[in-house]
């Protein structure tokens, strides 16, 4: 059996180390050798992780399990798996946590497991296990704190975010309106005696500046032609 247990110091607020470490992919990406897999209805999935012992690299594959306390920042984790030749089984179990350092924006990271083989290598395993865990445990913090402090990708959650700002939109013209010429509207009829005689003084002038007549001043002229018939009446 090989038991693991590990304190990491993060120069990252605790909310930032949480939202790493509860991501299995930000995990898989701080450590050298695995790849994270497809994952199943029931929340789990599958990962390979490859381990070099002395001259030996060995290469398992294991369908893993995470169960998540957000509140408490508080995860366990359980794996079950095989070498890739079937020769060596395995069965892992780990908690982690994460806490505030102690300096504000820093953290501290606590990590207990315990990782049972049985099988033709779990020896040579077992051997070895205490420099591949400690060489295991610099990469991944060293990969940790960089991925730390990294500003955090906005969700797409994407996303259903908020709703983009409405914008207002001038209607547009039908093809009816736009295709047909618009009416102009008939200037009003000088109405009164007064107004008569103004619109038949204007027409006037504008005839002797050689400008054509408006229809306001031609309605005008016939109203000062019946007003001179009806003066010599």
Excluded: Y
Aim: one cysteine or more.
């Amino acid at each position: 059996m090989i038991s693991i247990t590990e304190e990491i110091a993060v120069p990252s607020p605790p909310e930032r180390v949480w939202e790493v470490i509860s991501d299995p992919s930000a995990v898989v990406s701080c450590i050298g050798g695995a790849e994270l897999g497809p994952s199943h209805e029931d929340g789990s999935f599958d990962g390979t992780l490859a381990i070099r012992f002395g001259g030996l690299r060995v290469k398992f594959a294991a369908r893993v399990s995470l169960d998540l306390d957000e509140s408490a920042r508080e995860g366990r984790l359980s794996a079950r798996g095989a070498d890739g030749q079937g020769a060596t089984r395995f069965h892992a179990g780990a908690t982690f946590r994460v806490v505030e350092g102690e300096t504000p924006g820093t953290s501290r990271v606590f990590c207990d497991g315990e990782i049972k083989l049985n099988g033709k290598l779990a020896k040579l395993i077992e051997s070895g296990a205490g420099m591949v865990v400690s060489r295991m445990t610099k990469e991944f913090t060293d990969e940790l704190v960089k991925v730390c402090a990294a500003p955090s990708e906005p969700h797409t959650a994407g996303a259903a975010g908020a709703p983009e700002p409405l914008t207002a939109v001038s209607p547009e013209p039908s093809a009816a309106a736009s295709s047909e010429p618009r009416a102009v509207a008939a200037p009003p009829r000088p109405t009164g005696l007064f107004g008569r005689l103004r619109a038949w003084w204007a027409g006037l002038r504008s005839r002797r500046k050689g400008q054509p007549p408006q229809a306001a001043s031609r309605s005008a002229h016939t109203s000062g032609d019946a007003l001179g018939q009806g003066g010599r009446r």
